[in-house]
């Protein structure tokens, strides 16, 4: 173990520096990239008697039910040319992975997923993906957006400007799939911190612009994680939005596909598309039959865009398989049985994984991760409960429940001594970070712990010798998870804090119903981690701009309802408030570093989310035939975890 440890700690320290050297390199300015769109992303020469298909098209096309490949690509000087990591690969084969059913939609859904811009493999910038170019004037306060001539849906009707128009004036700014207007529309000015909604307009079918009235330095990354496809089928959509069919035939509609309303089917079908066979797509690979099924499968998309260097339309599997698994330990059970090819892990899983590695003919590699902790929790700031509510803002409590835990213990139970004995902190080499950070309230004494919560009040005890609130009511911290993978973690977190007189109660939901709950604003604590790269890039988890992260609960919701509802921020939520108008305000990518700073400094000072062990790293796990995956790679959710490696050129080895 010890040889194991010390090889992933060198792998981490390796990646790290690796990462720092990644985010010195600047973003691009407006004028870098007017010149950087001057071509397509992915340029190679495309051999000239045309394009080579899987072998299951080619039967398509010879009898007759599917045109000729050259006729289902973009133009060629539009069509995308991936770049495949190690070799040109083979056609033929399924990626075949576990998942928990229609609620594990993000597990095909990341993976899929072909957003307009894409992150480049650093995470320093993005570059386009749906789009072939762009263009940015001089202030940054004029986009023009080029796509790709002849591209077509996953039904081979064409996929043109008119697509985005119509998802920006008849879904998105009306509001039709659940999801306000994402913060990425709305520039802010400098002088008053007025908020300004883009104007979205068609200059021609493969050419749109967007218009700030104010600077927006960041728009294209801000579009590449809050709205990452920005267009829907027209022609799909015109059949059952409300706006074109009415309201009684949009709910027979609904009810036809399972809905007992129109607003869960809309959510369905605008948002989370891709698991409905019926919705064309862009994506490699495209939903063939019901989510609910006990196997769901995606089939290659045969109008997808994209060619690797020799010509060959991707991708290269045939399938998605994605077999319903009930108990997380089915993941394990299954890989060891060679159930599943490719698929990801928690690196608490790293020992019997790595020593099944040669028996099982698979191979484990380490993707760094941009977490703050491996095992922490958050305090719901704005839970209904007042006692519980006026216990979690009280900065003496999260001081106290965090020296009360002997994070040795944690960091060697729960990580096997690789996530550091630590606070939750912005790790080293990312935007943010702040020196001594970790080491905030970690020292573990429960002296101190007791101290603070009798400072409180909280001095008063039941007959088990558990604290009660100050008006002698139960106090009870319920935690509430959506699956069982930090049992093991949360009893040790249930031992410490009773030792102190916190009574703990653990509760295990769903992953729907634990959506439901954080939306509702009904969880007062649960292990949800922080996981960025750049606060500038995707806020959402440290500024309540919307219900996303338990902590900053409703608060989210006040901002998002422009007031209407939720819980209006008040001290130094306020001022992460304002500090983040000032960076969607700022001219320049140095302002935009400074005010970034300004509110992971108020993280720091407030400690809203509290972590027992550091970042460990994400574990891939890829059958010894499957081609083509990346050693090493930055896992995050603005990269689309693992589609940051661009799945569609993955490969089964013959």
């Known amino acids: 173990m010890k040889k194991n440890r010390l090889f992933f700690v060198m792998m981490m320290l390796i990646l790290a520096v690796v990462f720092?050297?990644?985010?010195?390199?600047?973003?691009?300015?407006?004028?870098?990239?007017?010149?950087?769109?001057?071509?397509?992303?992915?340029?190679?020469?495309?051999?000239?008697?045309?394009?080579?298909?899987a072998p299951m098209l080619t039967k398509l096309v010879?009898?007759?039910s599917l045109k000729p490949v050259t006729e289902r690509m973009p133009v060629k000087e539009d069509i995308m040319v991936e770049k495949t990591l190690d070799e040109i690969g083979k056609y033929g084969g399924d990626w075949k992975m576990p998942w928990g059913g229609p609620n594990d939609r993000w597990a095909v859904g990341q993976p899929t997923e072909e957003a307009l811009f894409r992150f480049n493999k650093d995470g320093s910038t993005v570059e386009p993906n749906v789009?072939?170019?762009?263009?940015?004037?001089?202030?940054?306060?004029?986009?023009?957006?080029?796509?790709?001539?002849?591209m077509k849906w996953s039904d081979g009707v064409p996929f043109t400007a008119d697509d985005v128009i119509f998802y920006w004036e008849h879904m998105l700014t009306k509001e039709t799939f659940g999801k306000k207007i994402y913060d990425a529309y709305y520039s802010v000015d400098p002088v008053t911190g007025e908020k300004a909604l883009a104007q979205v307009t068609k200059?021609?079918?493969?050419?749109?612009?967007v218009v700030h009235k104010y600077p927006s330095v960041q728009f294209l990354e801000?579009?590449?994680?809050?709205?990452?496809?920005?267009?829907a089928p027209a022609h799909f959509q015109k059949?059952?939005?409300?706006?074109?069919?009415?309201?009684?035939?949009?709910?027979?509609i609904a009810k036809q596909w399972g809905f007992a309303d129109v607003k869960s089917f809309l959510v369905a079908t605008g948002y989370y598309y891709w698991v409905n066979p019926q919705i064309p797509t862009l994506r490699a690979w495209v939903a063939k039959n019901d989510p609910n099924s006990d196997q769901f499968i995606m089939e290659r998309n045969p109008y997808f865009w994209k060619v690797d260097s020799a010509g060959n339309q991707l991708p290269y599997m045939d399938r998605i398989v994605a077999t319903k698994v009930q108990d997380p330990a089915q993941r394990i059970l299954g890989t060891l049985a060679g159930d599943y090819n490719l698929l990801d892990f928690d690196f608490k899983d790293f020992t019997v994984l790595k020593e099944n590695e040669k028996k099982a003919g698979f191979r484990v590699m380490p993707w760094t991760t941009p977490t703050w902790s491996s095992a922490g929790l958050q305090f719901n700031q704005t839970i209904a409960d007042p006692n519980l509510r006026k216990l979690f803002q009280d900065i003496r409590f999260r001081e106290a429940v965090s020296v009360a835990v002997d994070r040795k213990e944690i960091s060697e139970i729960i990580t096997n001594g690789l996530g550091a004995p630590q606070q939750a902190a912005v790790p080293e080499g990312l935007v943010g970070y702040q020196k001594g950070w970790a080491d905030q309230w970690s020292k573990f004494d429960q002296s101190r712990a007791n101290q603070l919560l009798d400072e409180i009040g909280l001095t008063k005890r039941d007959k088990n010798n558990f604290r009660l609130n100050a008006d002698g009511s139960d106090l009870?911290?319920?935690?509430?998870?959506?699956?069982?993978?930090?049992?093991?973690?949360?009893?040790?977190?249930?031992?410490?804090?009773?030792q102190v007189g916190i009574k703990v109660d653990l509760k295990v939901v769903d992953q729907g119903t634990h959506n439901d709950l954080k939306y509702a604003n009904k969880i007062p604590a649960t292990t949800e981690n922080i996981s960025l790269v750049n606060v500038a890039f995707r806020p959402d988890t440290l500024v309540p701009l919307r219900v996303l992260t338990p902590w900053l609960g409703n608060y989210g919701l006040y901002t998002s309802s422009n007031g209407k509802d939720g819980v209006k921020p008040e001290g130094d939520v306020a001022l992460i408030m304002d500090y983040w108008n000032k960076v969607k305000s700022s001219t320049s990518k140095e302002e935009i570093t400074k005010w970034s700073n300004?509110?992971?400094?108020?993280?720091?000072?407030?400690q809203w989310i509290i972590g027992y062990a550091g970042p460990t790293p994400k574990l891939i796990v890829a059958s010894n035939k499957m081609g083509n995956v990346p050693k090493d790679l930055v896992y995050a959710d603005e990269f689309r975890s693992m589609g940051h490696a661009h799945p569609s050129q993955f490969f089964i080895k013959q």
């Open 598 to 606: 300004e509110i992971i400094k108020l993280h720091q000072k407030n």
């Open 222 to 231: 801000r579009v590449a994680i809050d709205n990452k496809w920005f267009f």
């Open 131 to 150: 789009a072939k170019g762009y263009e940015v004037n001089k202030d940054s306060t004029e986009f023009t957006i080029h796509l790709r001539k002849g």
């Open 239 to 252: 059949t059952i939005l409300p706006e074109f069919v009415g309201d009684a035939k949009a709910l027979e």
């Open 20 to 53: 720092v050297a990644c985010e010195s390199e600047s973003d691009p300015k407006p004028s870098s990239a007017v010149q950087a769109s001057k071509a397509p992303v992915a340029s190679a020469t495309v051999k000239a008697d045309g394009y080579n298909e």
């Open 476 to 498: 009870t911290v319920t935690i509430i998870e959506p699956s069982t993978n930090s049992a093991k973690f949360l009893e040790l977190i249930k031992k410490y804090y009773e």
């Open 203 to 209: 200059v021609d079918d493969y050419t749109f612009k």
């Open 62 to 64: 010879g009898s007759g």
